[in-house]
């Protein structure tokens, strides 16, 4: 158990279907994050928050909105996905973003598939 | 921002034997970080080397950071099965990995 709870951790989806994933935290970090970790690819980042801001999109295709309600929470809106989104989401938080405490946690992971 | 690259990029050994992955990065540091993930599950922090650090050890793992040459490295010693995993470098809290090494330990 490492702090941080993602849900769900199965979501098979199809390219109509709108879906959220989520994310807690209750390590009182600051900043999260979202990563896509396909086969046979390195873990892409996607998104950072920090203070509840977004402070990084790395290129990422609209059909993924994130939203951070407050410090604990991070979703992942997805709609319209391809089946190349099929691939395992992870969420993770630190105390700060690029400053302070290095240490990072992860959830689970969520394993989608878009069919 | 930056990440590091680390290498060799799979790695196979007998239960016992010591295993050593690689870890390169472009600029300067403030501090590395090594993880590990086992299959299909979120990457777990391991240890954290700061820049005026050259070594630093936590139970049966072992990481140096050469920063003139840019590099760290990572020894498993006494390997198990259990290390059987994939391992990441990360710089800065930057929060960006390579690709991983991805370790076998034969039992």
């Known amino acids: 158990e490492t702090g941080v709870t993602q849900t769900p951790r199965h979501l098979v989806m199809g390219m109509t279907n709108k879906k959220s994933l989520k994310c807690e935290q209750h390590l009182g970090h600051n900043a999260m994050y979202w990563y896509k970790q396909s086969a046979k690819k390195p873990l892409e980042l996607m998104f950072v928050?920090?203070?509840?801001?977004?402070?990084e999109n790395n290129s990422v295709p609209s059909r993924f909105s994130p939203e951070c309600p407050n410090s604990s929470h991070l979703f992942l809106h997805l709609h319209t996905l391809q089946p190349e989104d099929s691939a395992l989401y992870l969420c993770?938080?630190?105390?700060?973003?690029?400053?302070?405490?290095?240490?990072?946690?992860f959830g689970q992971g969520t394993r989608l598939t878009v069919v | 921002s930056q990440q590091g690259e680390e290498d060799p990029q799979a790695l196979s050994i007998q239960e016992g034997e010591n295993a050593t992955m690689n870890c390169s990065y472009k600029?300067?540091?403030?501090?590395l970080q090594w993880y590990r993930q086992n299959s299909g599950r979120g990457l777990v922090h391991l240890i954290l080397i700061r820049s005026n650090e050259r070594e630093k050890h936590s139970g049966r793992l072992r990481v140096t950071l050469d920063t003139s040459k840019k590099s760290s490295s990572l020894l498993i010693t006494a390997s198990r099965a259990a290390d059987t995993a994939s391992y990441f470098c990360a710089t800065n809290n930057d929060m960006r990995f390579g690709a991983g090494t991805r370790l076998t330990v034969k039992p």
């Open positions: 928050y920090s203070l509840e801001e977004r402070v």
């Open positions: 600029t300067s540091i403030n501090n």
């Open positions: 993770a938080s630190s105390q700060d973003f690029r400053t302070g405490s290095a240490e990072a946690f």
